[in-house]
C-alpha cells in the first residue's frame, strides 16, 4: 500500500509541475488550489515538504519569464 500511495503523490507532483510550467501560476497555492480543482485529493500530501513547493514556484516563475 504504501508503494500505491508513493506513486499516487508522485502523480500529483508531476501533474503540478506541469500546471507551473504553463505560466498560468503565480505561486504553489496557486497550483496546488488547480489539484485540487482537478480532483486530486493527495494535492496538500504531495506539495507538502518545502522542496517541493520551491520547485513548483521555481518552475511558476520559469514559466511566466517567458
Known amino acids: 500500500m504504501i508503494h500505491g500511495d508513493d506513486r499516487s503523490l508522485q502523480a500529483a507532483r508531476a501533474r503540478a ?10 505561486n504553489s497555492n496557486a ?4 489539484l485540487v480543482a482537478e480532483g486530486w485529493s493527495n494535492a496538500g500530501r504531495a506539495l507538502d515538504s518545502d522542496y517541493a513547493r520551491k520547485a513548483v514556484g521555481e518552475r511558476c ?3 511566466q519569464a517567458h
Open 61 to 63: 516563475r520559469a514559466a
Open 31 to 34: 497550483v496546488q488550489e488547480a
Open 17 to 26: 509541475y506541469a500546471l507551473a510550467e504553463t505560466g498560468r501560476y503565480d
